[in-house]
């Protein structure tokens, strides 16, 4: 008897461990969306921009945010494009900070720096954006194709935040202090 006890309360202790159901399917506490293909990481992917005033569905500078981590040892490859069926995207970057070689990242979004050595130039990647649907309001998601030159083409539903007006945005913010030696 006692050892059918303690069987049912191991069993019954067992059931309750690892997360908490209620937590199980958090994400983490970022504006933006993820996904991967092959060996890329596209880490907080999403839309920003200013209202031009209140109560209104026109924005002034929006713009496109995202990280992308090539995760390979050896294998080279290349942000080739991005669109979406609810925005025109242009993608402004000189092609040879658009590669991505193994191990390294490229970033949208300000305060950037595209460094490859530590002499290497301030190379800013700039995602503008023009809302051509009006459905598109912030709160809601819009499909955009990430294109790789090797890695194909991924879809991502991303979000679409605003900053109200006056608001510091990116751009504004200050960067932290230079803690270098």
């Not at 924005?59 to 069926?85: C, G, H, K, M, Q």
Request: aromatic share 4%; proline share 10%.
């Amino acid at each position: 008897m006692w050892a059918g006890l303690a069987a049912l309360a191991l069993l019954l202790c067992g059931c309750s461990a690892g997360q908490l159901a209620q937590t199980s399917e958090q994400s983490s506490a970022v504006n933006g969306t993820h996904g991967r293909i092959g060996d890329l990481d596209l880490r907080n992917v999403f839309l920003h921009g200013e209202p031009v005033g209140p109560d209104t569905n026109v924005y002034r500078d929006t713009r496109l945010a995202f990280t992308i981590v090539n995760t390979s040892e050896t294998a080279t490859d290349r942000l080739v494009s991005i669109a979406s069926p609810k925005a025109s995207v242009n993608l402004q970057a000189p092609a040879d900070t658009l590669e991505l070689r193994p191990g390294t990242s490229l970033a949208a979004g300000e305060p950037v720096e595209q460094l490859a050595t530590p002499s290497a130039p301030d190379e800013k990647i700039t995602v503008p954006v023009t809302i051509q649907d009006p459905t598109l309001v912030p709160g809601l998601t819009a499909p955009f194709d990430f294109t790789f030159e090797h890695a194909g083409t991924i879809t991502l539903q991303v979000p679409f935040d605003v900053w109200t007006a006056g608001e510091p945005h990116d751009s504004a913010r200050p960067l932290p202090p230079d803690v270098t030696p």
